[in-house]
């Protein structure tokens, strides 16, 4: 690089890394790239590990980005069901977790204390089944699940670029990236590292506070060129059968389980078209009086993919590593996540057919 060639990840008013205050001007502050500036020895030329990382990604034919700036929101539940379900459709899927201080994916794909083994190849995913493989930094470092991963912006990057360049995926139809909360060192280096993104699914819940944290996630999409597939709001209202409910009465300080009594005086009182055993409840828990996620995205010009319950089953689904598609039990959550996967599958058909030229319109699996 020459003075006046600022990297892609850099600050804002960066002053180059050649110049006689690369690394040490306030405008330095938390660059990924501020420690290597600062010694002098920031590299000429373009980055190596681009091409170590376009060659190995060149196997991988679809990629999505899984974003929320706001945590809590659900992302990586949402990541996660979204792997089991393409590897269902019989894809062959890879899930890279690239939260490195609070890894979720080896809980919720069931993988908790595997590690990586290392091949002539690279190293090698852990997998879930035959068609779903997932990296995370719990599996490099298994030994410290529950020690605190204090790591500067330098440090993940360069794990990352490890991710990307190092792991063997071999030929894969989708690769689905999972992304701590914010905007930070994570977010700078995937998108300025891998080439060819298909587009992000950026994850929120109704509320303004939520919401005004996501907003500054559609905009990080459109500054670094990457298309917003869509917003899912997660967490749109409990839902849950009227079965599953415990019913208590307050006295005072304390509570009495009042579910048996209730329960039959509803059976007794109900009409009898109404089965009970098909009732359910729903509950507004978050705020959507603005408008929910669906007015954000009518604000800000992004397509809204649908809605996605508070399900008490599919949190379990998760606690426990499994898919919410396996049997019936996720009976609310399923098919409006099903429905949310197929629009993206769609659409990122349809632009891969208008990439390539083709007029043959796709099906959705």
Not at 65 to 72: A, F, H, N, Q, R
Request: net charge negative.
């Amino acid at each position: 690089m020459d003075k006046g060639e600022i990297p892609e990840d850099a600050n804002e008013h960066c002053p180059g890394p050649q110049a006689e205050t690369a690394g040490k001007s306030e405008s330095c502050a938390g660059c990924p790239n501020q420690q290597v500036c600062a010694s002098g020895t920031a590299p000429k030329g373009p980055d190596p590990d681009l091409v170590a990382i376009s060659e190995r990604m060149a196997t991988v034919k679809h990629k999505i980005l899984v974003l929320s700036c706001k945590g809590g929101v659900g992302k990586s539940t949402f990541s996660a069901q979204l792997s089991f379900a393409l590897a269902g459709m019989d894809h062959q899927v890879g899930l890279m977790d690239l939260d490195i201080c609070g890894p979720s994916m080896p809980k919720m794909l069931g993988l908790e204390g595997q590690g990586i083994h290392k091949s002539n190849f690279g190293w090698q995913p852990v997998y879930v089944g035959d068609n779903l493989g997932v990296m995370s930094i719990s599996f490099v470092y298994p030994e410290s699940a529950d020690e605190p991963a204090i790591w500067s912006g330098p440090r993940k990057t360069d794990l990352i670029k490890r991710f990307l360049k190092d792991v063997y995926w071999s030929d894969i139809d989708y690769l689905v990236v999972d992304t701590p909360p914010g905007t930070s060192d994570e977010h700078i280096t995937i998108s300025s590292c891998l080439a060819g993104i298909d587009g992000a699914i950026i994850v929120t819940t109704p509320q303004e506070v939520a919401m005004a944290d996501v907003r500054k996630g559609v905009n990080f999409c459109k500054r670094k060129g990457i298309d917003v597939l869509g917003v899912v709001e997660n967490m749109s209202g409990l839902v849950q059968p009227l079965s599953d409910f415990k019913f208590t009465k307050q006295l005072g300080s304390s509570a009495v389980d009042v579910t048996e009594d209730m329960i039959s005086c509803l059976r007794e009182n109900a009409p009898p078209e109404i089965f009970l055993d098909d009732v359910f409840v729903w509950s507004q828990v978050f705020d959507g009086s603005g408008g929910g996620a669906e007015r954000m995205c009518e604000e800000m010009g992004v397509p809204f993919l649908g809605k996605v319950p508070l399900d008490p089953q599919l949190c379990r689904a998760a606690e426990r590593g499994k898919s919410c598609f396996e049997g019936n039990k996720c009976s609310v959550s399923a098919p409006a996540l099903k429905s949310i996967i197929e629009k993206v599958i769609a659409s990122i058909n349809i632009k891969e057919d208008l990439s390539t030229g083709g007029g043959e319109k796709k099906e959705t699996p």
